[in-house]
């Protein structure tokens, strides 16, 4: 058998049932949620990552498969492969990893799977490069293209750059959609906690009275108990 088989095989045997039907509410999966049609076999992001690390070896066509599947840890699985193999790469394969990335976004379709590997993979990539694709990314209207282009930000907010981020947070104010929100305020309060409150102020002062109420209270998190307050009071 190949090892793509092998860790098909050892991932169902991981399943657990009643932790599946957790994960299948939590993460949304009924009928018009954003998570719609997800299947769950109920295994911890840990154990995931051990058996990714034990099939780093699989091709980008092998993983294409696992991205493929509905199963969810099956596609999780695949993309912590994918950080390790990026990590681990030469230049030519980081441009392979990172193209097969965005053509799946349909396929990196949770909060989860957005979040534990657009920094590692897109982020990483455009550190020294061009980012003109995340702006494409915000602007497409897609809820996961959105999420990967703010999340991408989180490796320059941790190289102490906040351009992008503040530019594409400006892009989603207008989102409806709550994981935006709370993604965007995720970002601001990131910039706030590893570059500095005044940086993630000179964005709130101009815009937090437009922004949904969910992106203002992720983004103020940190913020003493009195200058919160103000900021969800209008008062600043």
Known sequence: MSNLVFLQKELQSLKNEKQAEVLQRFFKTGKGQYGEGDVF???????????????????????QKLLNSKIHEFRLTALFILI??????????????????????????????????????????????????????????????????????????????SKDTLAIARILLGSDRDLIHKAVGWMLREIGKRIGEAEEEKFLKIHYRKMPRTMLRYAIERFEEGKRKKYLYGQI
């Open 41 to 63: 076999l109920g295994i911890k992001v840990p154990v995931q990552r051990k058996v990714a690390q034990k099939y780093s070896v699989l091709s980008l066509i092998e993983i």
């Open 84 to 161: 390790t193999k990026y990590n681990r790469g030469e230049e030519k394969e980081k441009k392979n990893i990172f193209e097969l990335y965005l053509k799946n976004t349909k396929n990196i379709n949770n909060w989860d799977l957005v979040d534990l590997s657009a920094p590692n993979i897109v982020g990483k990539h455009l550190l020294q490069k061009n980012r003109t694709i995340l702006y494409e990314l915000a602007r497409s209207k897609n809820l996961w293209k959105e999420r990967i282009a703010i999340l991408a930000t989180f490796e320059f907010i941790k190289n102490g750059e």
